[in-house]
C-alpha cells in the first residue's frame, strides 16, 4: 500500500491503533501532546511537527513514509450543514444558540475583535458527578483586535 | 408599547440596557445569575425562572407585564447557514474541525452517548497572556448514555 | 470478505437474514430486544451491547469479527432533505405539521425542557380494524429540563 | 380587527387564551376533541368540523366570523429544512434515524404501502417514571397499500 | 452477474428488452399490466406482485432470482430539485403553476382532503390532432378525506 | 384601493367571490371557461382574453380597471422547492416517480420531444366509485419535436 | 469496450476527434449539419437522425453499434446551479440580467407566449472587428403562445 | 413621492409609461438607443449617459431627480437559482444545455479566452415563417484573451 | 429621525454625502484614514475609534448620536452565496480559482498557518496603462501560524 | 499511466515535483514564469502556452503528451460555497466584507464598469516585520467599461 495523501495515513492509524488496542489518550501520551490535538491531526486536521510525526510513527509502527505527511499542511474540509451524529449536532446546537452571547461577551471583555481558532487549543474532560457524570469542554484562543488603518 | 413576544422584550432590555449604562456582568451580578445565561435569556434563547425575571424587571425598570414573557419557553431559532460574523464563525470552524474529535473522546471516555446540551453550562472569561491575552471558553454538560431496549 | 466498518457488517446481515429466511421481528425475538432496536443496530444506527453482539453473531453465523463492530459507536449520518420514499415521508410530514403541537404540549405538561431521543425506545404495531388495519406507532423518551445557572 | 385568514384567528385565538388563562388541555376537553388536534387546529393546520368552530369560538368569546375560516381547509406550509428548536429538532432526529426501521417493520407486518398521514391520530401523554418522568407520543394511521393496475 | 438489488435487476431489464426489440407498451400487454405500471416497476419504483414478476421473467428471459427481487418493496428515491430534462421538466412547470388550482377545486368538490398518491393509477396515450397530436395523461387517485379526534 | 398588480386582483377576486358565495365552476361557467383555467387566471397565473376579463368584472362586480390587468402577461413564479402542503405535495409525489416513466412512453409513442405546457389544458372531476370516490386529473399538451439543424 | 450509453459514444468520439486532427466544425461539415447541433449531439445533449448518425461514425470511424445509441433520445442533465467556469457564466450573466428584458420584448411583439427551446436553432460565429474581434451569438426559437380553454 | 433609488425610479417609469401608452420600441426610439439596452435601463440593470438620462425623463415627463438616478452605476442583483416563469426559464434551458458548446466553438474559434458580458449588445426581433413565427435573439460580446505572466 | 442602529447611520451617511458632494477619497482624506477602511466603516463592517467617529460627524455634519454607533463593534453579515454583481462577482471568480493557489504559496513561504483577516489592510487604486488602464487591489494580513498542544 | 486530462497531469506534477524536492516558486523560476500563474496553470485552472508546456515537461521530466494536455483550454469548477479550509475561508470573508467597498471605489476611480479576471495578474510574497510577518496579495486586472448601445 502506497501513502498519498492524509487520508491514507488515517486509515493505517485506525487500523494499528485498533490492532495495538490504544486509546486516543494513551497515544498522545506517548507522544508528549494533548489527546485533542492528537487525535484532530491524526484525522488529518492539523500538521505535526517533525519530531512528534516520528514519534507517533515510531508508537505505531507505521512505515516511515507516513511522517512527510503527517507534517503537511491539511486542507481543512469540513461539513457546512449542520451534522446529523447527535453527540457532534448538540455542539451546534451549542454554538447556535450561544455564539451571540459569546460575541457580547467578547466585546464587552476585549473590545472589537474575535477568538482566534488559530492560535488556539482545547481539552475535554469527564468530571464525576453524583447527578450523573458531566462533559467539560474548555477552549483557549488568542484575542485578535481588528486593524483600522 | 404592547409586550407581545420575546422580541419585543429583547428590543426593550437593549434599549434601558443602553440608556442605564450597564454590562451584561453587570445585569448577571445584580440577579445573581451568569453573565453567559443572562446574555442567553435576555435574548430570548433561554425561560427564565419566576423570581429572576422578576428581579431583572426591577434592575432594568422594565414593564411588570415584561416578566411574564421571560418566563415562557422559548422556540430558538438560529441559523443553520454558518454565520458571517467573524466573532462567531470562527466557533463554527472550531466545531467543525473538532467536532468528530469531541466525539472520539466522548465515547472513550464515557461508552456510546452524548453531551447534554440541555443539561449545560458555559462560561467565558479573558485570561491574560504576556503574549497577547486570551479568551477561555468553558462548557459542561451531563454525558447522556443511549438506552438499548 | 475483511470487515473494516458497520456498512460491512449489515451488507452480510442482510445476506444471511435473505438467506436464513428470517424476519425482523424472528431476529429480535432470538437476541431478547425488541424488534425496532434491532433492526436500527443492524442498520448501524445504535451500538449493540456485548452480549447482544454475539447473539446476533450467533443467530445469523456471522464472522466473529462482526461482534466487535457492532459494539462500536455509531456516527448517526442521515437524511437532513426530507426524503422521497412515501412510507417514510410520511413521517417527516406528521412531524412537519404536529411538530409545534408536541412542543406546546410538552412544555404545558412538563415546563421548559425536550423529550429526549437518547434515553428514548420505540415499537411499531399492527392493529386491527374493521375501515382497514391501522400502524400504531408509539415513541418514549425521558423528559430532560433546561438548566439555568 | 378584520379577520381574513386562519393566521389572523391564531394570533386571536392565543390573545384570548392568554387572558382566560386556559389550557390546551382545558379547550379540548371543553369543545370534545383531543388535546393534539385542537392546538393543531388552532394553529391552522387542520379544519374544524361546523359544530367544533362554532364551539371554540363560544369557549374563546372569538368574533362570529371566526367559525368561517376555521372550517377551511387549510394549506400546510411547514418547514422543510430540520428546524432548530430543540424540542422539536429531536422528533426529527428520531424520524431521521428510525425512519428506514419503521418503514421495514410496516412491509414486514403489511406488505407493500404506508402508514396514511391523512387518516391520522396522535396522543401526547405524560408518564410517571421514578428514574425520571417520560413524554409518550403515540401515534395510529390507516394502513394504504400501493395500487397495481 | 449476481443480482442483488431493484437497480441490478433494471439494468438487466433494458439490455434484454433492448436485445428482443420489445416496447414497453409490448412487454405490458404481455404480462397484462398497464404501460405506465409495468415501465415504473421495471424501474424499480413499484413492487410486482408474484405473477407478474414471473411473468415478465418468462417475457424477458430474465434470470429466475430477478422475480423475488421484482416483488420487493422499494424504496423510492426521485429528484427533490426540479429536473432539467426538458420532457420532465414541463410537468414539474405543470404542477408548479395549476398545483394550488388542483387542490382548490379538490376542496371544492370533496372537502377538506387529498387524492391519494398510493390507491392511484396513471395513463399516458397518443390523440391525434390536424393541428399536431397531442399527449394525454389521466390520473385517478383514490380521495382520502383527513381525520377528526 | 388601487389595483396595481395580479396580485391586487386576486385578493379582491377571493373576497368578492367569498362575499357572493360562489364556486370555482359557478365563475367558471358564467364566463364560459373551464373551472381550471379560469381559477389559475384568477389566481395570476394565465393572462385572460379581453372578452373573458371583462365578462369576470360584470360577474363579480370589480371595478373596472381590473379588466386591464387581468389582460397582463403573467410573471409565473411557483415554489422550485416541493411543497408541503399534503394535497400538493402528493403531485409531485406522482411526477417524481412517473416522469421518467412519462418520459420513457412519450418517446415510445412519439420520437424525440416533449408535451408542451404552453399549448396546454387540464381539468380535474369527481368520480364515484363504491369503494370511495375518486379524483381524476386528465391532461392535454401538443406534443413538440426537437429541431435538428 | 462495449458500448452502453451516450457517455460512452462522447469518450470515443473526443478520443478518435482528437486522433484524427478534426475540429467541430470540420466533422459538422461533413456530415453537413451545424457545429452547434453536431457538437451538442455528440455530447450526447440531442438524438441524431438516422443518416446523420451514420454519417458521424464513418467520419470518425466508430464502432457501427455507436450510431443506434446517437438516435436514442437523450436525458438532458445540465447544472442547476450557475456553472463556474468563466467563459459559460458569462452566458449565465447575460440570461440574469437580461432575461426580463427579452421577456417584455416577445411579450410586447407576439402576446402571451415564449420563445421555443425545442423548435430551436443556435449558430457562434466570429466577427472581426478593429477593437478586437467580438462572439456573436444567433438564437432562432418558435414563438408559442398560451392555450386558454 | 422621494426618488431615492433605482427602484424608485422603475416604480415610476412604468407608472408613466402605462398612463402614456407607450411602448418600449417608442421609447426607445425617441431616445435613440435599442430597445434591449433602454429597458434593461429603466430596470435599473445598466447606467443611463447623463444625455440619455435627461432624454427619458423629457420623454416620460419623470421628475428631474430621476435622471442623476438614472446616471449611477446599478448593483446587478438576479436570480441564482433558476427562474420558473416559463419565457425566462426557456433561456436557461438553452444556456444550460448549449452552454459547453459554444464554449468549445469560442475556444475552437479564438483560443482560451471568453465572450465578454461587459463590452456587450445584444437584440430581440419578430421573424415572419409561415410555420408559425419565430423569436430571433442575437447577441455580441469582445472576445477577451486569458493573461499569462 | 431616532438613530438605532449602524443601518440608520449608513443611510443617513450616503444622504449626507451626496448632498455635500463629496467623494469617498475625500471623506477619507478629511478624517485621516484609508478609503478602504472609511467606507467599509460607513457601510457598518468596521468598528471607529472614538476620535474617528467624531471626525466623521463633523465632517458630514451628521447628528451627535451618531458616533456612538459607529464604535460600536458591528455584526458583519455578508451573502454566503456568490453574488450576481459582475463587479463583486469578478472578486469571487478570482478568489474561486486562485485560493488553493495563494493556499500553496502561503504554506511555502511561511509554514501551516493563515494570512489574517482580522490584523488585515487592504488599498484599491487606478494605475495608468497605455492598453487600457488597470485596477490594482493590494492585501496585506499578519500571518498566523497553527498552535500545536 | 494514460494521461487524458488536467487531473491526470496534476496528479503526475504533484509526484515528480515531490520526487524532486522543487519548491513552486523554483519551478516558476526555471519556466520564466510568475509562482501564482505557474501553480494555478499546474493545478488546471489555465491553459500553458506552448513553450512554457514544453519547458515544464522538461523541468519535471513529464512525459512528453503532457505538454498537449497543459495547452487545453481548462474548464474552471470551484467551490460555489464558501470553503472551509481556513486560509481560504479568510480570503472570502475579504471579499465578503469588502467586495462593496471595492465596486464603489472602482465606480469611483473609472465609472460604470468593472475589473477584469480575465486580463488579470496576480502576486503573493512575504514582507518582514517585527510585529510578526505579513502576507501581501497584489492584484492587477484591465478596467472594462459597460457598453451602451
Given at each position: 500500500m502506497t501513502l498519498e495523501n492524509k487520508e491514507d495515513v488515517t486509515v493505517l492509524i485506525l487500523k494499528f491503533k485498533r490492532a495495538a488496542g490504544l486509546t486516543w489518550e494513551g497515544i498522545a501520551e506517548k507522544i508528549g501532546m494533548s489527546p485533542v490535538w492528537t487525535h484532530s491531526a491524526c484525522m488529518g486536521m492539523n500538521?505535526?511537527?517533525k519530531d512528534k510525526a516520528e514519534a507517533l510513527v515510531k508508537v505505531l509502527a507505521l512505515p516511515q513514509e507516513a511522517a512527510l505527511i503527517l507534517e503537511e499542511s491539511p486542507t481543512k474540509v469540513w461539513e457546512q450543514r449542520v451534522p446529523t451524529d447527535p453527540c457532534i449536532y448538540r455542539l451546534y446546537e451549542i454554538v447556535g444558540v450561544y455564539g451571540p452571547t459569546i460575541k457580547a461577551l467578547i466585546h464587552e471583555k476585549f473590545g472589537d475583535g474575535i477568538m482566534s481558532?488559530?492560535?488556539?487549543?482545547m481539552s475535554v474532560t469527564r468530571v464525576e458527578n453524583p447527578k450523573g457524570d458531566r462533559v467539560k469542554i474548555e477552549m483557549s484562543g488568542k484575542y485578535l483586535a481588528y486593524n483600522s488603518w
Open positions: 500538521a505535526m511537527p481558532a488559530i492560535d488556539f487549543d
